[in-house]
């Protein structure tokens, strides 16, 4: 379902089924508070296992809905799709300006190699800190990711060079997560204390399901850059976010409409020699011959 903006006066620019990740959106964020508000009733179980749902949503949220958005933002509205990036920078507690930029870069490199210079185009890829033009074991890659990522001052000035009212947005959008949560930490500090390290854990559950979204895939082959799974539930649950071969051959292919795409390239996917993994990417340490290419099944 390749989808062009909508022309008329329609709500949603795509599609009218992006009411439902912009209907997540908020139910994410209003959870998030109803965390906060409930926080002193709850017992120290509850709190845990809120924490560890909230570290969950941030890398479901910033692998199915705030990754669908910065693809095909939902609205026609131009402010309409401002105020979802704001919910989304709250609620994954990441700018979202900045987490496009640093995801455009991705598909820029689409998990390359390093070049003569060691250097690669993905600041993600998989083979950046890898050996021999090996990719990196998974362990480091998911555990050290998010202490490589660039700081946000520095994102804003790589935005900068090129479009100035992105970067400008994109600092917006930071120091909004340093009032609303230095805030929060006035009103109930352990609250953020507790929640910094399941933070994390969510960042790392992204680099998680980014590894195996790549890991056997093939970066000089356009329709074999990503690994793609189709598990249904996980496809449910992350709005499609399996078929990642498909997602990497056209990027700005709806969500809703990647099972018609994995139809219509079959063949070449095939000939390519795509690979497709059993489990949910982020279980993808779960698949048999995890190092070696497969074929569609």
Not at 66 to 75: D, G, K, L, S, Y
Not at 136 to 152: I, K, N, Q, S, T
Not at 177 to 199: D, K, Q, S, T
Request: hydrophobic share 45%; charged share 15%.
């Amino acid at each position: 379902m390749s989808l062009t903006p909508s022309r008329s006066p329609a709500l949603f620019r795509y599609s009218a089924w992006d009411a439902v990740p912009a209907a997540l959106v908020f139910l994410h964020l209003g959870l998030l508070l109803a965390f906060f508000i409930a926080w002193p009733a709850l017992g120290w179980p509850a709190r845990l296992a809120g924490a560890a749902l909230y570290a969950f949503a941030i890398g479901w949220n910033q692998d199915s809905v705030a990754h669908n958005f910065i693809h095909n933002p939902f609205f026609v509205s131009k402010a309409m799709n401002r105020v979802v990036e704001l919910a989304l920078t709250l609620a994954n507690g990441t700018p979202q300006t900045m987490y496009r930029f640093v995801h455009m870069r991705h598909h820029a490199g689409n998990s390359d190699r390093p070049d003569a210079k060691g250097q690669t185009l993905d600041p993600i890829s998989i083979y950046r800190h890898g050996k021999d033009g090996q990719a990196e074991a998974a362990l480091p890659y998911v555990l050290l990711g998010f202490w490589r990522d660039d700081g946000p001052f520095a994102v804003a000035r790589q935005i900068r060079a090129k479009r100035p009212d992105e970067a400008r947005r994109a600092l917006q959008e930071f120091w909004l997560l340093v009032v609303v949560y230095a805030g929060a930490a006035l009103i109930r500090w352990e609250f953020v204390a507790v929640l910094a390290p399941f933070y994390y854990l969510g960042q790392s559950l992204s680099f998680l399901i980014a590894y195996y979204e790549h890991y056997g895939a093939q970066p000089g082959v356009p329709i074999a850059t990503g690994v793609s799974t189709y598990a249904p539930v996980y496809n449910l649950v992350f709005l499609n976010n399996g078929y990642h071969a498909e997602h990497h051959h056209r990027p700005k292919h709806h969500w809703t409409g990647m099972k018609g795409l994995r139809a219509e390239t079959l063949a070449e996917q095939r000939a390519a020699g795509v690979r497709v993994i059993g489990p949910a990417h982020f279980l993808g340490f779960l698949e048999r011959g995890v190092g070696r290419r497969a074929t569609h099944v």
